[in-house]
């Protein structure tokens, strides 16, 4: 049995919502969204865990 679990989850933003990149510039803003190859912003999995600890 491996250690790893897949969960699908859905959300419904009810307001406007930047998720940086979290790769800060110095001198700079860490406003870049992550985006996948379709260019959809996403939520990385890391960044959600954090926010639900």
């Given amino acids: 049995m491996s250690g790893q679990t897949t969960l699908r989850v859905t959300m419904e933003l009810l307001?406007?919502?930047i998720f940086g990149s979290g790769f800060?510039?110095?001198g700079g803003e860490d406003i870049a969204?992550?985006?996948d190859d379709a260019d959809y912003p996403y939520l990385k999995g890391s960044?959600?865990?954090g926010l639900l600890r």
Avoid: E, G, Q
Wanted: glycine residues 0%; positive net charge; charged residues 25%.
């Fill in 24 to 26: 800060s510039i110095p």
């Fill in 33 to 35: 969204v992550c985006r």
């Fill in 47 to 49: 960044t959600l865990k």
């Fill in 15 to 17: 307001s406007d919502t």
